[in-house]
Structures are given as structure tokens and as C-alpha cells.
């Protein structure tokens, strides 16, 4: 059992997938070695899996899953569901989340439970911030938390959070990041903190929320969160292990 899993989503990324790999390894392993890394490939048209596959060849604490393309949401629970780390931490595989501060955010987790990234400053197009801005409202009126950055690409958690928070999704949930974040404020007894992480713009490739997806990813999303609400439970407090 690693003590941290890493869960990277990735479809139609091959110009990013060994690049975000790489990162992983220079700034995440030398400060958690027992890791393991776990790319969920989201039936991929192009050599994404080959290359993540030859790096894994090398590298025996990287996995890589392939399923049938079903979206990033379901690639990231998947991945979620194969992990047996006690963290988590949840990375796209775009490389706009920077990991340079990841020693400073794994310190941190001698204090806190739950550690969720806000993209400060932004490198995103004006639509998907919009998208963002009104994820923040809908989630404070319909679940009652202020999540700032529901959709950022870094999360470090522990897995029994995730554990926890997965039985209130809905099947094939688009937005489980968002609601994970979510689940993790309104829980009592969790130590949550929501802190700034270096956002670049996307160097290769486009990106997989466009245009023509925002009208389903907006609807499916507000589904999401209504499903959600309507079988979400407040738990009693658990008590939570000190490293």
C-alpha cells in the first residue's frame, strides 16, 4: 500500500503525458517516495497511452488504466476507486497546475486533512472562468460551502475523505472533483484549507472542455450537484489519524 496515490486523468494528451509524468517524479517523489501514480487513459485517439505505457515500463510506481471514453469525471473516479494510498492528490495531466510548491502543501498535511489548490492567477480562457464563477454560486446555494476553486486540478486529501464522499454521487458524475471539494467543507471534523497554486496557460493541445461541451458539462454539472444535495448526509464526527 503507497501512501500516496497520484491520479492523473488524461485523453488525447500525448503531448503533455510524459511531460506531466516528469513533473511528478522531479518535484512530488523525491518528497513522498512510497507513492504510486495511476493515469486513467479516457480511450485516447492518439499515442497517449503508448507513451504513459513505455514510461510506466520503466518506472514501476506508474500505472496506466485504459477505458472506453466516457469523460474526465468518470477517468478521475476510476482512479480514485484503484488507489490505495492514504492521500490523494489529484492532477490533470495539461500541466497548467504547477507542483512546484508541493513540499510546502505536503508539510502542511501534519495540520490539515484536506488541501484544495486555487488557480491564482488564472491562465484560462474568460469562458471557463465564467463557468467557475457560477459553479461558486450554485454550490453555495444549493449545498451551503463556499468552495473558491471547485474545478482546480490540485487536490491533496486523504482517500478516506473520497471514500466517504463517493456514495452521494451520481453514477458517471461529471463534476466529482468539485463535489469532493464540496464534501470536505461541510464535513465536521476535517481540517480544510484552501490555499493559491501557480497556474500556467496550456502549452500543447486543446482543451477537452471547448465550446461545443460547455452547454452538456453545465447541464450534467447542475445534475450533479442536485444529486448530490438530494442524498448527501451530514456524518457524525470520525476521528482522523495523526501521521
Known sequence: ???????????????????????????????????????????????TATLAGKFAAAEPRVRVVTQPNQGHGPALSNGLGMATGEWVLLLDSDRQAS???????WALTRQYDVILGLRRPRSDPFYRQIISFFMRVLLLAALGQNVKDGGAPYKLLRRAVWNEARSAMRPNCWIPSVLLAAAALERDGLKVIQLPIRHRARDHGPSTLNLKRLGAFCREGVSDILF????????????????
Do not use: T
Open 1 to 47: 500500500m503507497a501512501h500516496l496515490s497520484v491520479i492523473i486523468p488524461a485523453y488525447n494528451e500525448a503531448e503533455n503525458i510524459i511531460g506531466a509524468l516528469e513533473d511528478v517524479f522531479r518535484d512530488v517523489a523525491p518528497v513522498v517516495p512510497d507513492l504510486e501514480v495511476i493515469v486513467v487513459n479516457d480511450g485516447s485517439r492518439d499515442d
Open 99 to 105: 507542483l512546484e510548491d508541493f513540499a510546502a502543501h
Open 228 to 243: 448530490y444535495r438530494a442524498h448527501s448526509r451530514k456524518p457524525a464526527p470520525a476521528p482522523v489519524a495523526n501521521d
